[in-house]
């Protein structure tokens, strides 16, 4: 596997990462507690450690795609099937 060592990319990257989820945190926190009140994210897990769950599992994602060879016409299906992996994780 590869993965993307200490470089001006990675830190760019960290940045650019770092940005977005300061960015899209108050959506996200908005997202699960409407999502909570109509019974579809899981209640048994602190709000703060779903975000962390979600965060952690898009970084994975980001980076793996990233290191994929450009696009050979699977990604849509790709997509969805990392889309129900974030569903599966923070669903009721």
């Known amino acids: 596997m590869r993965t993307l060592g200490a470089s001006p990319k990675r830190a760019a990257f ?7 989820e300061h960015a899209s ?23 703060t450690l779903l975000i962390a769950v979600l965060l952690g599992m898009g970084e994975a994602m980001d980076l793996w795609l990233m290191s994929q060879p450009p696009n050979d016409g699977t990604l849509p299906e790709l997509i969805s099937a990392l889309l129900s992996l974030i569903r599966g994780a923070v669903s009721a």
């Open 14 to 20: 960290q940045t650019a990462q770092g940005d977005l």
């Open 25 to 47: 945190l108050p959506w996200i926190e908005q997202t699960l507690a409407a999502s909570k009140r109509v019974g579809a994210v899981r209640e048994d897990l602190p709000t």
